[in-house]
């Protein structure tokens, strides 16, 4: 493995990322359905991974048929979330305060915003702030331009799917309607695009977030994610 992989790869059917603060931790996102990956490879990947410092390898958040392919690897829960989903069935908010486009000069600002925002688990460094981005084929980033960068919102389109991908408030922000048009600006995007069902996830722990979402008519689907964890010394 080159030097020039070694924050971000694919391989094996993974999309791997290591740490930017701590090579220590390494995060893997399937890219193939549960049925197409293969344990061998997959264990190959986990093999190099420990060749290159990694400690504890954490998956993205995983519906419960992918949950099932990775615990047969040795993989335990980490943390269970709740996952959302948004039909359009119903009337749905506008956006009630001004957003604009992200430049490339607010990356900074946007990764400040989201560690703020975030326990220190869930908090995007660079090359995760980009996985985000690029994860689907159609992007949308929104940036409250009311009161300054306070908040951003990253949303993901693929066919007729879509995912809110990320919504970030600064705590000294918090309370005053920037997550909820933000989350306004999402949804009507999305329906502009004839999306049939928009997902979100949030932390089961995570009341505020929750409350939020289905205020807006967002439900909960039927099985939840989860996030696992592998560990070279389990």
Not at 46 to 69: C, H, I, M, W, Y
Not at 94 to 101: D, Y
Not at 169 to 174: A, I
């Given at each position: 493995m080159s030097s020039d992989h070694l924050l971000q790869w694919r391989s094996n059917g993974l999309r791997v990322r290591i740490s930017g603060s701590t090579h220590l931790v390494a995060h893997v996102t399937p890219l193939l359905p549960a049925q197409k990956l293969r344990q061998s490879k997959?264990?190959?990947?986990?093999?190099?991974?420990?060749?290159?410092?990694?400690?504890?390898?954490?998956?993205?958040?995983?519906?419960?048929?992918?949950?099932?392919?990775?615990?047969d690897l040795g993989f335990t829960l980490h943390e269970e979330l709740f996952l959302l989903a948004h039909n359009f069935e119903s009337?749905?908010?506008?956006?009630?305060?001004?957003?604009?486009?992200?430049r490339h000069s607010d990356w900074g600002e946007l990764l400040k915003i989201d560690n703020a925002a975030f326990p220190q688990f869930w908090q995007f460094d660079g090359p995760?702030?980009?996985e985000a981005i690029s994860a689907t084929p159609r992007t949308r980033i929104r940036i409250d331009a009311q009161d300054g960068p306070a908040g951003f919102a990253i949303t993901g389109r693929s066919g007729r799917m879509g995912f809110l991908q990320r919504v970030a408030?600064?705590?000294?922000?918090?309370r005053i309607g920037i997550g909820r048009s933000l989350v306004a600006d999402a949804l009507q995007w999305s329906k502009r695009r004839f999306v049939r069902e928009l997902l979100v996830n949030t932390q089961t722990n995570n009341s505020r977030a929750l409350s939020l979402y289905e205020s807006m008519g967002f439900t909960k689907k039927h099985g939840g994610l989860a996030v696992l964890q592998w560990s070279v010394t389990s």
């Open positions: 997959v264990l190959h990947s986990l093999n190099e991974l420990s060749k290159v410092g990694a400690e504890n390898v954490f998956t993205s958040a995983l519906r419960p048929r992918e949950q099932q392919f990775f615990t009337p749905i908010d506008f956006p009630t305060r001004s957003s604009r486009k992200f995760a702030l980009a408030v600064d705590p000294h922000h918090q």
